[in-house]
């Protein structure tokens, strides 16, 4: 302890008080060190960031694959999801037990996710297969 720290001079850095316990973060802490509590604004948006970048990391695997890999990782996922419409789609068109509104509505639910996943698995082929003539033509 030095007797200079008695002087009322500025703090270096500028510090954040924990909102559950009082505890001084850095500023630029996203939760807090002793008590974990979520600090900034970045713990609550986090999971929307996380399924933006994951948005993104679909789109451009659709828009530019760069493997034979990912081609086949899209045809796995959205394959599966493809199946997943078709089966509720035919599911919802066979029951009745929810009545008309139901079966409609399980009908057009269905038919999306398989449009939905059509559209990625043909858009990926497309662009991976467009791509590689690119690259022949490059090489030529
Ligand atoms: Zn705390």
Known sequence: MS???HQDLPEPHEEQLCTS?????????????????PLSS???????????????????AADRPRSLI?????WF??????????????MSSQSTAGGLVATIVG?????????????MIWKTTRNYLTRNEIDHKTDA
């Open 42 to 60: 970045f713990s609550m948006i986090a999971p929307f960031e996380r399924l933006f970048a994951e948005g993104f990391i679909y789109r451009q």
């Open 3 to 5: 007797t200079e720290a």
């Open 77 to 90: 996922i959205f394959g599966m999801m493809a199946s997943g419409g078709l089966i509720i789609m035919i």
């Open 107 to 119: 009908v057009v639910f269905g038919v999306a996710i398989f449009a939905v996943s059509f559209v």
């Open 70 to 74: 990912t081609v086949l990782g899209v």
């Open 21 to 37: 316990c009082a505890a001084p973060n850095e500023p630029t802490a996203d939760f807090c060190v002793k008590c974990g509590a």
